[in-house]
């Protein structure tokens, strides 16, 4: 058997996970709205600010020279090669709680994170 080149293992390997709940709900967001391009990708990444002092990117986007691109049951996803360091590993599910509706991050990069789930420290 010859060896596995870095591509072949990018493409098998996706550093971000989505759960069945999160891709139903994907699914749902794309349907919903007919302006997104059948070319974007679901873009997840993160900026600067909000309560810990990073926030989570999550929305469909165009895919560019500066993204890694894998899949995840079924949903292209890009991500800057930049936020890899914070985001590898990282899973994202949709809880529908009395509490609590919409998109959770479970971050093993985050030192910690507050309250309101879309904001992290790492």
């Keep these: 058997m010859g060896a596995i080149t ?10 971000i996970q989505l759960t069945e709940g999160a891709v139903i709900e994907l699914k749902k967001v794309r349907a919903s709205q007919s302006e997104i391009p059948a070319d974007y990708a679901l873009r997840v990444g993160v900026k600067g600010g909000g309560c810990s002092g990073f926030s989570y990117v999550l929305g469909f986007d165009a895919v560019t020279e500066a993204d890694n691109v ?15 360091i914070y985001l590898l590993g ?15 991050f479970n971050n093993p990069n985050a030192t910690s994170s507050c309250g309101c789930g879309t904001s992290f420290s790492a």
């Design 70 to 84: 894998f899949e995840s049951n079924g949903v292209r996803i890009a991500m800057n090669k930049a936020h890899a």
């Design 6 to 15: 870095e591509q072949e293992t990018a493409a098998t390997t996706a550093p």
């Design 90 to 104: 990282m899973e994202i599910d949709f809880v529908h709680g009395l509490e609590n509706r919409g998109f959770t």
